[in-house]
């Protein structure tokens, strides 16, 4: 996945908004929540983060090309990074970003997920 994909997956989910910040990163939010980043990598594959659940961030650890994401795994926080080859196919990785992207609906207030209609 190219930046411009990722940008564009992440600009066709319901509500959302992207923001560049801390260094450069693409960062996608819906309501303020953020639900995926991508940037902070220093080789030639795109990195992207995102929150799993509690056993999607046990299964995904330790697979060749994804790890617990830098700086908010360290906190106890549940999210992913998918940094190199092999890591997840396009389509799984839009998978756990539109996961990510429902993980952080859910944290929304009800009245703010209805003033932005995602009941």
Request: glycine residues 10%; charged residues 25%; proline residues 0%.
């Given at each position: 996945m190219t930046l411009d994909e990722y940008d564009q997956f992440c600009g066709s989910l319901p509500q959302t908004e992207k923001a560049v910040q801390w260094g450069g990163a693409h960062v996608w939010k819906v309501g303020g929540k953020l639900f995926a980043v991508a940037g902070?990598?220093?080789?030639e594959d795109l990195a992207v983060t995102f929150k799993v659940s509690d056993i999607a961030y046990h299964v995904l650890r330790d697979e060749p090309g994804l790890r617990p994401a830098p700086y908010l795994a360290s906190r106890g926080m549940t999210w992913i990074q998918h940094y190199a080859e092999p890591g997840l196919p396009d389509e799984g990785l839009?998978?756990?970003?539109?996961?990510?992207?429902?993980?952080?609906?859910q944290r929304l207030t009800k009245k703010k997920r209805l003033e932005?209609?995602?009941?």
């Open positions: 902070w990598n220093d080789g839009k998978d756990h970003i539109e996961a990510s992207y429902r993980m952080a609906i932005l209609g995602l009941t």
